[in-house]
């Protein structure tokens, strides 16, 4: 059994940065697929970057280039370094892990994922 714990949501100031970490236990960060997906009010739950097969990053275009997504093994955890950050980033932001690397033709699908945490909130300013 996987569990995901999400820390360092809160607020910040648009074109400001924050740092969400996904400490995960019962399984290496390394040995699974994992994502971020992020739900607005109002809006479906969008997946918007992760780490799938072969370590490869994937990035919702929304995103590329201004967040940026890398494992912290000493804490067994996925980070999201969040940059530029607009009002529009606005959301809970929930990490996500699947039980075996496949090839997926949408690695940000939730579909894929099997383990969930409970989010943290993520609210920039304007």
């Known amino acids: 059994q996987v569990r995901l714990v999400e820390y360092g949501g809160g607020s910040v100031q648009a074109g400001g940065s924050l740092r969400v970490r996904c400490e995960a236990s019962g399984l290496p960060v390394t040995s699974m697929p994992m994502a971020w997906f992020r739900q607005a009010p109002g809006k479906e739950r969008e997946g918007i970057a992760g780490?799938?097969?072969?370590?490869?990053?994937n990035y919702v275009e929304s995103v590329k280039d201004r967040f940026t997504v890398s494992y912290d093994t000493m804490r067994n955890a996925l980070n999201l370094q969040m940059d530029s950050l607009n009002a529009e980033d606005t959301a809970m932001y929930y990490c996500?892990?699947?039980?075996?690397?496949?090839?997926?033709?949408?690695?940000?699908?939730?579909?894929?994922?099997?383990?969930w945490g409970q989010g943290t909130q993520v609210t920039v300013s304007s």
């Open positions: 996500a892990a699947a039980e075996r690397f496949g090839d997926w033709s949408n690695p940000l699908d939730a579909t894929n994922y099997r383990w």
């Open positions: 780490i799938s097969g072969g370590h490869t990053q």
